[in-house]
């Protein structure tokens, strides 16, 4: 990698992790009212969003890590072209989270690194390797996402509508990685992957 293209991948990960993300689509639920004023409700809520957060913080890692390595340029702009769609995926989230009057997971810049690492380490295994774990990330947070549309309290339409439509980009980002030739997973690695989403959602959860 050039000095330049090591400058720009690092401004990418600061700009990720520190700065605010911007979308280009409108926030979906944006004209819906706010109405979820229980506290615990509110706080059930925001802890959701918080980990819809931090999951978006890791698919930037990802997706920076698969495209650095992947030896196919249309298959990198496949995964740049993805990497934007969950930068509004995170600013929506990020929104929602100010809205509910909480602050983001603490624990985004090691989750970054370690997507990061694992991001580049799938690249490295070839891209049908590379694109297989991608269609099977994708394919967790959809049932993930699923997840969180039944936990969210009725009543938050704001954050329903955010994870609705983040759950239609995650369908579309793993078709289009088994467009390109993903590989099936094994079946240990899979169960692997869903056992450390728990841990890290558990986590982000809360802190």
């Known amino acids: 990698m050039s000095p330049d293209q090591l400058i720009l991948e690092f401004d990418r990960a ?6 605010p993300a911007r979308s280009v689509r409108p926030t979906p639920g944006d004209n819906l009212p706010d109405i979820v004023q229980e506290l615990d409700q509110r706080r ?6 918080r980990v819809n957060h931090c999951g978006e913080i890791c698919a930037q ?21 993805a990497a934007d769609e969950e ?3 995170l600013a929506w989230t990020e929104q929602r989270i100010a809205e509910l009057g909480g602050r983001k997971s603490l624990l985004n810049p090691l989750l970054y690194l370690g997507s990061l690492t694992l991001g580049l380490a799938a690249g490295a295994l070839g891209d049908k390797w590379n694109l297989g774990f991608l269609a099977e990330t994708e394919r967790q947070v959809e049932a993930h996402l699923d997840g969180h549309l039944l936990s969210l309290p009725e009543d ?9 439509q983040m759950r239609l980009d995650e369908i579309q980002h793993a078709e289009t990685a088994v467009h390109y030739g993903a590989a099936e997973l094994p079946a240990p690695v899979k169960v692997a992957m869903k056992m450390a989403a728990k841990v890290m959602t558990g986590a982000a959860y809360r802190i």
Do not use: F, K, N, W
Not at 14 to 19: K, S, Y
Not at 61 to 81: F, H, K, M
């Open 44 to 49: 059930h809520a925001l802890g959701l969003m």
């Open 61 to 81: 890692a990802l997706y920076q890590g698969q495209a650095l390595t992947s030896r196919d340029p249309e298959i990198r702009e496949a995964l740049r072209g």
């Open 156 to 164: 938050d339409a704001r954050s329903r509508a955010i994870v609705e």
């Open 14 to 19: 600061l700009r990720t992790v520190l700065a």
């Open 87 to 89: 930068t509004e995926h």
